[in-house]
């Protein structure tokens, strides 16, 4: 789990500070306050991850990425070239990385990590990107250690640019011969092949590597614009990594999920259940639809429908044939019981086209999936509705006071601000922010103005 996010010179932020990530962690604010940068800093590091080409410093996106932000001046604060990004992060680990002395011939462990932080600074020119110094940290046996890479020369006088290692509280054991530097890192985080060969001792390095790419490779997305429910849908076998940026392959994985068998907690003395019968319960408590059902056209045929029935009494029907709502929904669900345990899930407007009511009702579902499957939940919403259901949940204690960190953002002078809601045990937002949601006072007492004058024009009289 992501516990603390931090970035420097990002788009509208010139410096977030140290943000702190909880299980369930919400963004709320104004429109192009800079919510969703604090989003697409982990969905670039996921897409940098993913891609193929070692030497993409960090990779900002094209048509095929969760996101697209352009160039490095486009994401570069203030558009100031040459200019430095920073970006940190700490997480826990779902076990204890468990890494062997390389130096002793029978297992001993010589560190056992808990909890990793990382950083990485890249600078951007008007014609390249590199890396000035990456580093992982933790602490083992209280005493803190760095290890990473970072650039000789800031002002490299040739086309080459030299490395140093970074190895803070242990002591790396050159390999005899000439003391080559290193060649560039791989992407932002991670170490070259040289460092096994110029170290004798080097080999868990790459142990780190490992657990950061792990910590975006589950690292689950779906973005605020949903696709439209079709009538049939096909399925050949696949198993999708999760339910696609815009929920198309939210069916896709239901069907996965019944052929491998995949069930899921419902917590302590309470039987398990597939993912369709849980992502279909929670269709009913929200009072979308009675009945949730996805079968084959015809048997050994591809095609699959979604049949569902809006209330005891109603015929079934196609899933095209009834509310938008329920196929906006579906992805959320779908993606929070079919992702692994442990995963972080990034949800951009969860509660777009949802009625009121179940807007509320999402926040049951976060709260539960937090719960029974140990996955982290990081929102950008802009629904009073789901906010207020938190705080209940929280004052109800079904939520735990620290299990929730919910953030409000705005913008001063051009740049973003982030300002942490303090909650009380009882739910209550204890700085709860100027026109967080609008004046509903002023459109009260307008009104009641408003009704006033007419009844007063209606009744002959002119109001005062």
Known sequence: MITNLQAENFKSWSDTGAIRMAPLTG?????SSGKTALLQVLLM????????????????GDERTYVDLGTFYDVMHGHGLPGVIKLSL??????????????????????SIKELAFETMVEGTTDSVSVLKFEYRFTSRDHEYRFGMQRKDPEPTDNRTEYELIAEGYDMKRTRGRAWPLPQPVKSYGFPDQVNAYYQNAGFLSLFVLAFEQLFQNLYYLGPLREYPHRSYVWAGEKPQDVGRRGELAVHALLAARKLGKTISRGKARHRQTVEERVAEWLRNLGMIDTFDLRQIAENRKEYEVRVRRSPT????????VGFGVSQILPVLVLCYYAPEHSTIILEQPEIHLHPAVQAGLADVFVDAIKTRHVQIILESHSEHLLRRLQRRIAEEALAHDDAALY???TEGGQSRLQPLHLDL????????????????????????AELRRRQAEGGTQPA
Request: hydrophobic share 45%; proline share 6%.
């Open 27 to 31: 963004l709320f604010g104004t429109n």
């Open 408 to 410: 409000f953002i705005a």
């Open 426 to 449: 009882f739910g209550n937002i204890m700085n709860w922010p100027a026109g967080f949601f609008g004046d509903e006072m002023e459109d009260l007492v307008a009104m009641s103005e």
């Open 45 to 60: 590091l996921k897409q940098t991850v993913e891609s193929v080409d070692r030497s993409r410093v960090l990779h900002t």
């Open 314 to 321: 109603a015929s079934e029907v196609l899933i095209t044939d």
């Open 90 to 111: 700490e997480w826990t680990l779902p076990r204890p990385l468990r890494i062997l002395d390389p130096e002793k011939p029978v297992d001993q462990t010589l560190f």
